[in-house]
């Protein structure tokens, strides 16, 4: 079974954190990372279609990708 991924994730997560007016170096903050990461990861897709990939392929493989996505406790 095929995933359908949207390929526009990063320029969602930014349209979605300007209408939560948060500042681009405070989120980078909250996770550690640098601003121009964050901003990399918004405005560009090569990583985002990187790793939605590399996810299509282990899904392909019968692993269930969601456990990528649970909160570690």
Known sequence: MRV???FKLG???KMKRV???LQLKDVAE???VSSSALNHLENRTSEEVLIIRYLQFIHDKGVDIN???KKEE
């Open 4 to 6: 359908n991924f949207d």
């Open 11 to 13: 320029k969602r997560l």
């Open 19 to 21: 209408e939560l007016d």
């Open 30 to 32: 909250a996770l550690n």
């Open 67 to 69: 456990q990528f996505f």
